[in-house]
């Protein structure tokens, strides 16, 4: 079962990044401790030349970190059919205990890899590159958790078995289910929709506000990451209700399915493009005040700020349409 093309290619993607990383630490290092740009000397001149070398294998890295969160959620939807029990993506992550903290792991690091990705964004585009320092130091920090992200895969998918009867998301988010998805999936339809819609509502004006005035992008990115969490309820209390038109279906994964013809991708693909764009915008808010990137900042982050707003408002009109075109009935008048 290890060598299913999708699981090949996760393997590698998050092995080679660790590996990458790993390879670039000593540098990242010497990065950290002896850059000066302020230097002509021959050391300086060489860290300069590398670090271009470095920093496009990095970006490289990350971007491809983002490929891999849907690639892992496709994967695990379409080897649904290979265990007994699995009609979802759910039911191939519960197949042994390694495959939801596997998942968690890699939308961890999707956000980590943006947010990476923004600020060495904005140095680049300074002429002094202010921070080189600060982006290899967040190398280093990024290594771990790449690093445990690949180990949770690696044990996920090293321990499939087609064997195991495995359960689903019908037992999982069930009325008679313990743990926090089942609370989740229990929660009324109206306070769900009072929580979403205000989330959504908040988190676009602020971002909104900040690509505007350039003001308050801590509270905009606070807001964002608050807006996906709001989302990922609504989507489990009565997105997903009113997608299969049935009052207890609740499983956030069978909406990426074919026979619901793959809507789910439309609320999950802006929601994680705004909340990458939203903790971006808080990721580049510390260097604002540096000289060279006084200019640079405000303009990047407003229009991450301009993205993550435009992409919580899509997000609404899809969970509107969906509500609205259903033949399901949640809310009596």
């Known amino acids: 079962m290890l060598f299913q093309p999708a ?114 964004h904005v140095d680049t585009r300074a002429p002094d590159y202010p921070l080189v320092r600060i982006k290899y130091a967040l190398l280093l920090i990024l290594l771990p958790a790449l690093a445990l992200a690949f180990g949770l895969q690696l044990k996920y998918f090293l321990n499939l078995r087609a064997d195991v009867i495995t359960s689903c998301c019908g037992s999982l988010f069930s009325g008679d289910a313990k743990g926090l998805a089942a609370e989740v999936a229990a929660l009324k339809p109206a306070p769900a929709m009072l929580l979403f819609y205000g989330a959504i509502a908040v988190s676009t004006g602020l971002t909104f506000r900040h690509a ?16 996906f969490a709001a ?37 999950y693909v802006p929601l994680f493009a705004a909340t990458a764009a939203g903790l971006g915008v808080g990721a580049l808010q510390p260097f604002r005040r540096i000289e060279s990137l006084r200019r640079i900042v405000p303009a990047v982050s407003a229009r991450m700020a301009g993205i993550a707003a435009f992409g919580y408002l899509l997000v609404a009109a899809v969970a509107t349409y969906f509500v609205l075109h259903s033949n399901l009935i949640l809310i009596e008048h």
Request: net charge positive; charged share 10%.
């Open 7 to 120: 699981i090949i290619a996760l393997l590698l993607a998050s092995g080679v990044a660790v590996a990458m990383l790993a390879s670039a630490a000593p540098f990242a290092v010497q990065v950290v401790r002896q850059w000066d740009i302020a230097s002509g000397s021959e050391r300086q001149l060489q860290l300069e030349r590398r670090t271009y070398l470095f920093s496009t294998l990095a970006a490289f890295v990350m971007a491809v970190q983002l490929v891999a969160l849907l690639l892992f959620v496709f994967n695990a939807d379409r080897m649904s059919v290979m265990f007994v029990g699995a009609m979802c993506a759910v039911g191939t992550l519960n197949v042994n205990a390694w495959g939801f903290p596997a998942l968690i792991a890699q939308m961890a690091v999707f956000f980590l890899a943006a947010s990476w990705l923004a600020v060495n």
């Open 212 to 227: 505007r005035t350039g003001r308050g992008g801590y509270a905009a990115a606070a807001a964002s990451a608050a807006a």
């Open 231 to 267: 989302t990922l309820i609504g989507v489990l209390s009565f997105v997903s209700l009113y997608i299969y038109e049935h009052p207890n279906h609740h499983c956030p994964f069978c909406i990426l399915k074919p026979e619901y013809g793959h809507q789910g991708y439309w609320v």
